[in-house]
């Protein structure tokens, strides 16, 4: 599966409805929820539906991740002990605070993934507090499974004690940085949701804004929104060129029997030349 990083859309593990629908989603990820848009006396049958869909996952057009409960939740370990299987190309951990929730959980990734004979699995962490944001460089340079971060701006200005606005003043620090560290980290970043649905003027500026910032894409919450956050994000002439070298230098060097290679002084692999190779499928 190719892998884009324009729009992560996230769809209730709750509503069968919502999950069938989602097979016609042009999002790069459909991101299945377990987490905010699930009521507690929903998890267990959240679980059951998205355990499900996943055994229809050729069905789906878009790359599939699961977004667990997080770490404070207590809930992770009957997430995953549903979730990973074959069909699931990841999984989102929210409200991620240091490296430390990390080792826990991918520690019981990997046991889940060596018991049940399966490939590894991408993780992307969301950056949703204050000591999120500290720690997001080492976050997100933690493990080669992990290809990107979200920002998540909502539970951020809640620990800061901030009110929301759409200008969102008082997280600019924060929206900044994330994207920075996850640069330094190499991997991509997804810039947060707008919430207002009505407002699309508003949501393309935000896209704009989030691009100006070093985001690869955003969170998404209607399909309505798909088109034009993948018009704002649509690959950069930079991002091109660096995507046509990367699948030129990997492809010579796979012939010569190396997975790994280096381009410009980077370390590049199969999942940078399948990023590569879906930037060059979109031009």
């Known amino acids: 599966m190719t892998q884009l990083f324009r729009s992560l859309i996230f769809v209730p593990g709750n509503n069968s409805r919502f999950l069938e629908k989602a097979k016609t989603l042009k999002a790069d990820i459909v991101c299945f929820d377990l987490e905010d848009s699930v009521p507690d006396v929903e998890k267990s049958n959240a679980r059951q539906l998205i355990k499900t869909a996943l055994k229809s996952r050729s069905s789906y057009l878009s790359s599939i991740f699961v977004r667990t409960n997080s770490p404070a939740s207590g809930k992770i370990p009957d997430d995953l002990k549903e979730i990973i299987q074959k069909g699931i190309d990841g999984i989102v951990i929210p409200k991620v605070n240091n490296v430390a929730e990390m080792k826990k959980i991918e520690k019981n990734i990997s046991k889940l993934e060596k018991t049940r004979k399966l490939k590894p699995i991408q993780v992307i962490p969301s950056i949703e507090s204050a000591e999120g944001v500290v720690n997001t460089y080492n976050i997100a340079s933690y493990s080669k499974r992990i290809s990107a971060v979200v920002f998540g701006i909502f539970d951020l200005l809640n620990d800061l004690g901030i009110e929301y606005t759409k200008d969102q003043e008082g997280g600019r620090y924060s929206r900044a940085k994330v994207p920075v560290d996850a640069k330094a ?8 949701i707008w919430q207002d649905l009505k407002d699309t003027k508003g949501l393309e500026q935000d896209c704009k804004i989030g691009k100006s910032l070093g985001y690869t894409g955003k969170s998404i919450i209607h399909p309505d929104q798909i088109n034009i956050t993948h018009e704002i994000f649509h690959p950069s002439k930079t991002e091109i060129q660096w995507a046509r070298k990367v699948c030129d230098v990997y492809l010579k060097s ?30």
Do not use: F, P, W
Not at 185 to 192: F, N, P, Q
């Open 185 to 192: 980290a190499d991997v991509a970043s997804i810039d947060a």
């Open 254 to 283: 796979s012939k010569k029997g190396r997975g790994a290679t280096t381009v410009d002084g980077k370390m590049i692999d199969e999942v940078h030349y399948k990023q590569a190779k879906a930037v060059l499928e979109l031009v």
